[in-house]
């Protein structure tokens, strides 16, 4: 953040930032760039910009780059005058681009909108991307996490498929079951990096939070966010999970389907990548996540992106033009159909769980019974990257979670505080 804003400081000081498409003239007949982070999503998403074009004669194409390198070119196009015309917002991010000035109010646009009205998304969506009581970003999507499980190693171990009976230790149970001990085949792994689909939704089922509802303190000293790291910590102790070199070096996902792993926790998002893989296909299929005996919770941590553009584009109608298209229940009516994503308006999801009938989608939809918003303030990725990298620790066995846990929790509501 300080490396963002002294780049941003001085490049206005210098009266260099010439924002907009690229920081180019645009011509009339500019295809509109469309920036994303999911490869996955770009078939579907090509298509739905396609209707786009024949309805409005606008020309738009998608640009992909991987989530690791995304807000780096973000970055660096806020400072340089090179920022696409239309690109993906995360709540990770959006507080540190709204308050530069850097995103298009689009406030006054969705007033007067016959397509668009926010009552149709999900309320904590909307604040997402709500600055300062103004709009900076049309929702696109919601998103649940739910379990996901191979059906022959299970019926190899004897071991009934997860259902809404199951609780986390029952999931413990099951892992070491599942597990061989000679390396070759574990009950669970995850990425421990990746919180919203891990271990942040044993947190909350176990009586814990990650940051108060007045996002003024942290909830990792709390009783229940340490019970649920340690049980974590437990499952790669007990061997029922890959070792950290393993988990660090591989996604969740490439484990699963390489039949290395018996078990994963899965964002909604993820279907186009698992539904679409071939050993997947054979072996898998997806349950509701186990709940917690003591408090009975079953939550699935959720969070949606939100379309937005720059505020210095020199073509804001039809930067807008796009926005409200995809926005509008037409295009996200689509976007659910073709199983890209749960799309954030409304009743557009019954479709949903049609797009890949061999897979038991209606697990993602049970799991939004007891839904959390993704935990985040105004310096989410400062805590957030300091939380992972403490927590190596934990992982590796090499301290508990309680003393970790404490550690982070005095650093966090430092950052907490300076916000």
């Not at 668009?116 to 991307?129: A, F, G, H, R």
């Not at 044993?202 to 009586?207: L, P, T």
Request: glycine share 8%; hydrophobic share 40%.
């Amino acid at each position: 953040m300080k490396k963002f804003t002294a780049v941003l400081l001085i490049a206005c000081l210098a009266g260099s930032i010439a924002f907009a498409g690229g920081g180019k003239e645009n011509s009339e007949t500019a295809v509109l760039q469309v920036a994303v982070w999911d490869k996955n999503q770009e078939p579907g998403l090509t298509q739905i910009l396609n209707d786009f074009t024949a309805a409005t004669g606008i020309k738009a194409k998608i640009q992909v780059t991987p989530w690791e390198q995304y807000w780096t070119m973000l970055e660096a196009g806020a400072t340089g005058g090179s920022l696409p015309d239309v690109f993906w917002m995360h709540s990770n991010e959006f507080s540190k681009y709204a308050s530069y000035g850097m995103l298009l109010d689009l406030s006054v646009r969705i007033a007067g909108s016959e397509k668009i009205s926010l009552t149709n998304y999900p309320q904590d969506i909307v604040e997402l991307y709500t600055w300062k009581n103004k709009t900076y970003a049309v929702p696109k999507d919601i998103d649940t996490i739910a379990l996901w499980y191979n059906k022959t190693m299970f019926a190899a171990a004897g071991v009934p498929y997860p259902d809404e009976s199951w609780t986390w230790d029952t999931f413990r149970n099951a892992c070491k079951k599942l597990t061989t001990g000679d390396g070759r085949q574990y009950g669970f792994t995850l990425k421990t990096s990746d919180n919203q689909s891990g271990w942040y939704n044993i947190v909350y089922d176990m009586g814990g939070s990650i940051i108060s509802a007045d996002k003024k303190k942290s909830g990792f000293d709390q009783i229940g966010t340490v019970n649920a790291l340690q049980f974590v910590a437990d499952l790669a102790k007990d061997g029922s999970m890959p070792p950290y070199e393993v988990l660090s070096e591989n996604t969740a996902e490439a484990l699963f389907e390489a039949g290395k792993v018996a078990m994963v926790m899965m964002g909604s998002w993820m279907l186009p990548e698992l539904c679409n893989n071939d050993y997947v296909k054979k072996h898998g299929d997806i349950a509701v996540l186990p709940k917690d005996a003591g408090t009975g919770r079953r939550v699935s941590i959720y969070n949606g992106l939100g379309w937005a553009a720059s505020a210095a584009t020199k073509q804001p109608e039809k930067v807008w033009t796009l926005i409200e298209y995809l926005g509008s229940e037409k295009a996200q009516r689509k976007q659910s159909d073709l199983g890209i994503v749960m799309s954030a308006y409304k009743g557009t999801t019954e479709n949903w769980i049609s797009a890949y009938p061999d897979f038991n989608l209606q697990a993602y939809i049970d799991m939004t019974a007891d839904m959390v918003i993704r935990p985040y303030s105004a310096s989410t990725v400062a805590w957030e990257n300091m939380a992972t990298e403490k927590l190596i620790d934990v992982w590796t066995g090499k301290r508990n979670a309680a003393e970790v846990c404490r550690e982070i929790a005095r650093l966090m509501n430092g950052m907490l505080a300076e916000e």
